[in-house]
């Protein structure tokens, strides 16, 4: 079996390797993280969030011309044609959910997203398994990552995490004790 796979995929390592970077050890990813936590206590502290929200616009804006860029001269030299992925961006967003918006997390969803989408049509030519099995367990992995956050909310069940229990002290001073 022959996979193509195009020097965009070197591309993507090391956007990844910039991005994690980026977020993790510049003094820019701070704002980015800052701002995207609470808009009102980074304006609070000095950060202009609306030039951070302008960095974000841009870098994204670069980050999909570069995607864009490489699946139009990538191993399928077609060129710009309406055959290009339409569904590229709602295929973005669960991996960004699946990848927990994390620059590692979102590589290995993506490659797992792509495998499925390749071996998918190499099953449906193979062995006539309708494509839309391929949605079916990407619907499913969608489902199972984001339903015990929503199980949680419903439900009101505390988020796993270290507990906190109160112990009383001989002099009648309460102190919070994590487990």
Same mark, same amino acid.
């Given at each position: 079996?022959?996979?193509?796979? %195009?020097? /965009?995929?070197?591309?993507? @390592?090391?956007?990844?390797?910039?991005?994690?970077? $980026? &977020?993790? !050890? #510049?003094?820019?990813?701070?704002?980015?993280?800052?701002?995207?936590?609470?808009?009102?206590?980074?304006?609070?502290?000095?950060?202009?969030?609306?030039?951070?929200?302008?960095?974000?616009?841009?870098?994204?804006?670069?980050?999909?011309?570069?995607?864009?860029?490489?699946?139009?001269?990538?191993?399928?030299?077609?060129?710009? %044609?309406? /055959?290009?992925?339409?569904? @590229?961006?709602?295929?973005?967003?669960?991996?960004? $959910? &699946?990848? !927990? #918006?994390?620059?590692?997390?979102?590589?290995?969803?993506?490659l797992l997203f792509g495998a499925l989408k390749?071996?998918?049509?190499?099953?449906?030519?193979?062995?006539?398994?309708?494509i839309d099995i391929v949605l079916v367990v990407?619907?499913?992995?969608?489902?199972?990552?984001?339903?015990?956050?929503?199980?949680?909310?419903?439900?009101r069940i505390p988020a796993p995490g270290p507990?906190?229990?109160?112990?009383?002290?001989?002099?009648?001073?309460?102190?919070?004790?994590?487990?």
């Amino acid at each position: 079996m022959h996979f193509p796979v %195009s020097v /965009g995929f070197l591309v993507v @390592i090391a956007a990844t390797i910039f991005v994690a970077w $980026l &977020l993790n !050890r #510049s003094s820019l990813g701070f704002r980015f993280r800052a701002v995207g936590e609470n808009p009102h206590a980074a304006r609070t502290a000095g950060i202009n969030v609306k030039n951070v929200y302008v960095y974000a616009m841009l870098i994204s804006g670069a980050l999909i011309g570069i995607a864009g860029a490489t699946q139009v001269l990538g191993t399928l030299t077609t060129g710009f %044609s309406s /055959g290009i992925d339409a569904g @590229i961006g709602f295929d973005a967003i669960t991996v960004a $959910l &699946l990848g !927990r #918006s994390r620059p590692w997390g979102v590589f290995g969803a993506g490659l797992l997203f792509g495998a499925l989408k390749a071996g998918g049509y190499a099953m449906q030519a193979a062995n006539g398994v309708p494509i839309d099995i391929v949605l079916v367990v990407q619907s499913l992995i969608v489902l199972f990552v984001a339903a015990p956050p929503l199980v949680r909310t419903i439900f009101r069940i505390p988020a796993p995490g270290p507990r906190q229990k109160r112990v009383r002290r001989t002099n009648s001073k309460t102190a919070v004790v994590t487990k």
